[in-house]
Nanobody, 120 residues
């Protein structure tokens, strides 16, 4: 069974950088045909896809967040990370990491999510 676990600070100050790590077990993040995503849910709103890194290391980002987002990976640790710069209280959300399959239509494995609050 694939397991994903988010970790990182739950409170970040405005203008600083939000940094989260997703630790994956039960599957390799380099396995062909999978990608590894970050998704968030602001309070009272729906899910918003942030970006992803593929099994070969290529990245894609939501156009609305691309200028502030960086996703990277550490294949030796089987982890991938999210960095979101210049945060404001509007970035307050529950942040999830999740796995998807290339050419698929859904994310099939999710972490439990972690609350990140941006203080003013």
């Amino acid at each position: 069974q694939v397991h994903l676990q988010e970790s990182g600070p739950g409170l970040v100050k405005s203008s600083q950088t939000l940094s989260l790590t997703c630790t994956v077990s039960g599957a390799s993040i380099t396995t062909n045909d999978y990608y590894w995503s970050w998704v968030r849910r602001p309070p009272g709103e729906g899910l918003e896809w942030i970006g992803a890194v593929s099994f070969r290391g290529s990245t894609n980002y939501s156009p609305s967040l691309k200028s502030r987002t960086s996703i990277s990976r550490d294949t030796n640790k089987n982890q991938f990370t999210l960095q979101l710069t210049s945060v404001t209280p509007a970035d307050t959300a529950v942040y999830y990491c999740a796995r998807g399959i290339v050419s698929g239509t859904h994310l099939d494995s999710w972490g439990q999510g972690t609350q990140v609050t941006v203080s003013s």
